[in-house]
């Protein structure tokens, strides 16, 4: 995933222009590069790798000037080499930056070849340039240009662009892609990102989609896509919002939990462009890789071991390819018999997961491609597979997994999306579940609203020393995370069961000391899992439910019960997951543990 950055200013601009490429260094990238517009002259430093060597690069060829653009490349079209690295220009007047994807860009270069274009690049980006300057040869001014060129694009954008004959305005516009611009006293900025920004401003203005900007040292005019000029509220950044800062909350783990709205929205954010999956955000080799897959195989650790159990109920039932899934740990000492065409599929929160990656490394060669889902852009996995798609959920601090593991679920159900339009997935359906995925930051938010309840729950937990999780379909690896969950930080002794198999064992455990937990969707599934919390209830055993709107199930002594709103069954095991991490947080605060660094655990096992 790549980051933007832009300034127009009274003072120079390729120190604050570095700084803010260091500060999106997170998200990851394989190149980097800035213009600047200097005496009516566009300079470019482009360079493969770390920003350090764009900033090595920088020091023998310094870039001066007040308006300038600059950007960290994660390929999506095109090797990441030096050629392909942004900004991209056309002709040596104007400059272009862009983060996502322009999924017509093939039918656009050869409209502008016929025009009499040249490219230098492989990337989608450079037609942009192309089309900006062929309006602004036209007679359009610099903002007229964008306004017309974003009419052609289809897909997924953020864009900064300069041009030498507008020496003090900078041009921006978004759709799909993040985009802030960052307000000043006589200077304006804008990036991917709050962070980027934070040296020079903590005043920030939001883009909608569809909106175009043009900045000068003194004003920010905005226009949205109908291109009626328009007023975005100016809000002040909150410390602590997605970095490495506790804030107002007690703990990492409880601020990590409320940060998961905002974590769905930007794990989708630049991927889908009006209601689809644009797949090549999965990378380069993305489609030719998609292409020959005919079973996945998944690999992963502790809650991204559960994150994959559920991707194996979504790909076997909407894409209908087999889909196996194991501890790395067991995985790589076994001899595995790995079919014709399997995708291996890693999950890990780092990337330095030390079993995962030694699984990675083991199969490589016997599989016909491997894709990392990770939040740590940069770390071990994501380098040594072919694809990777990050999580985006930023820093994770807490030892115990809330954020990370629903934001892979969200990118498992991307994969899902890409491989399910192979064998079959209709269009439709691939709309009708992202449309219920972007409901999903409103519908956690309602959930946190839960929170009260929840820690009235936790109560009765406290003084106990076990509990028991069940569920059915999606939402059994959910108990297991939930059980996971109450282990980690509360040191309660606690196992999660498939609802099914109770009577089969767990059933003997079942008394009055026992609390069960049970995930209750309104779904297909519930009126076996009814049937499975009487035989509890016929054992003495305390019941605590997390139900959906089946009114048949009520708050009655020995059944305590909170309700969750109506929620799409595609949504169940991330909605449902949420509820659980509040439960262990408050039995753990209870408990008085170390609920970020609970004993005995570390945030990323690298040994195995
Ligand atoms: N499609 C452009 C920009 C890539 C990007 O946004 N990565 O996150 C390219 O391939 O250069």
């Given at each position: ?25 997170y998200?990851g ?271 992963a650790c502790?809650?991204s ?23 790395a ?17 890693t999950l890990s929160q780092s990337g330095e997961t030390a079993d995962t990656l030694a699984a990675l490394r ?8 491997t894709l990392a889902i990770c939040n740590v852009p940069g770390s071990s996995l994501v380098r040594e597979s072919?694809?990777a798609l990050m999580t985006n959920a930023?820093p994770e601090?807490?030892?115990?997994s809330?954020?990370a593991?629903?934001?892979q679920?969200?990118a ?191 945030k990323s096992v690298t040994?195995?």
């Amino acid at each position: 995933m790549c980051g933007i950055v832009g300034a127009v200013a009274a003072r120079q601009v390729s120190g604050i222009l570095l700084e803010g490429l260091r500060r999106l260094e997170y998200r990851g990238y394989d190149s980097a590069g800035m213009a600047v517009i200097d005496q009516g002259q566009i300079g470019r430093v482009r360079r493969v790798g770390k920003v350090q060597s764009l900033a090595e690069a920088l020091a023998k060829h310094p870039l001066t000037g007040t308006l300038g653009i600059a950007h960290t490349r994660w390929a999506t079209h095109g090797v990441p080499n030096e050629v392909n690295a942004h900004p991209h220009m056309s002709g040596e007047r104007l400059a272009v930056v862009h983060n996502g994807i322009i999924e017509n860009f093939e039918s656009l270069r050869d409209e502008l070849i016929g025009a009499g274009y040249t490219f230098s690049s492989e990337t989608d980006t450079e037609v942009v340039a192309h089309l900006l300057d062929r309006e602004v040869s036209a007679g359009k001014s610099l903002r007229e240009a964008m306004r017309a060129v974003i009419q052609y694009l289809e897909g997924a954008f953020a864009l900064g662009v300069v041009h030498a004959d507008y020496p003090d305005q900078l041009v921006t516009a978004r759709k799909g892609s993040p985009l802030v611009i960052g307000v000043g006293i006589g200077e304006h900025f804008i990036a991917s990102d709050q962070l980027a920004l934070l040296p020079v401003t903590d005043r920030f203005m939001f883009l909608e989609d569809g909106d175009i900007a043009c900045l000068t040292p003194d004003s920010v005019e905005v226009e949205d896509g109908s291109g009626q000029s328009v007023d975005r509220a100016v809000t002040r950044f909150e410390h602590g919002a997605g970095s490495a800062e506790k804030g107002a909350f007690k703990h990492f783990m409880l601020k990590e939990i409320y940060e998961q709205p905002a974590v769905m929205a930007s794990v989708m954010e630049g991927r889908i462009s009006d209601g689809h999956l644009l797949e090549q955000a999965f990378g380069v080799e993305a489609k030719a890789l998609f292409d020959r897959v005919r079973q996945v195989q998944i690999v992963a650790c502790g809650t991204s071991y559960h994150a994959g159990m559920i991707a194996k109920y979504w790909i076997e039932e909407l894409v209908g390819i087999p889909c196996m899934v194991e501890v790395a740990s067991e995985f790589r000492y076994r001899p595995v018999v790995l079919p014709e065409g399997t995708l291996f599929l890693t999950l890990s929160q780092s990337g330095e997961t030390a079993d995962t990656l030694a699984a990675l490394r083991e199969i490589r060669s016997r599989v016909i491609g491997t894709l990392a889902i990770c939040n740590v852009p940069g770390s071990s996995l994501v380098r040594e597979s072919d694809l990777a798609l990050m999580t985006n959920a930023g820093p994770e601090i807490g030892v115990a997994s809330t954020k990370a593991f629903t934001s892979q679920l969200v990118a498992l159900m991307l994969t899902t999306l890409a491989l399910g339009r192979r064998f079959g997935l209709s269009d439709t359906r691939e709309r009708e579940i992202l449309a219920a995925f972007a409901q999903l930051p409103a519908l956690l938010e309602r959930l946190l609203a839960l929170d009260p309840e929840i820690e009235q729950m936790a109560a009765q937990f406290a003084e106990k020393h076990n509990a028991l999780f069940l569920g059915r379909g999606t939402l059994f690896p959910v108990a297991l995370e939930g059980a996971l969950k109450l282990k980690e930080i509360s040191y309660i002794h606690a196992e999660a069961y498939p609802a099914g198999e109770l009577k089969h064992g767990p059933l003997a455990l079942v008394d009055k000391d026992m609390p069960v937990v049970t995930v209750a969707p309104t779904n297909a599934m519930l009126e076996k899992l009814k049937a499975n919390m009487q035989e509890v209830r016929a054992r003495g055993g305390e019941l605590f439910v997390f139900a959906g709107q089946d009114q048949s199930l009520r708050d009655e002594p020995g059944i305590n019960l909170i309700r969750l709103p109506s929620i799409p069954i595609i949504l169940e095991p991330i909605a449902y997951t949420l509820p659980l991490q509040l439960l262990s947080y408050h039995v753990a605060v209870l408990k008085g543990t170390d609920v970020d660094q609970p004993r005995n655990l570390a945030k990323s096992v690298t040994v195995e």
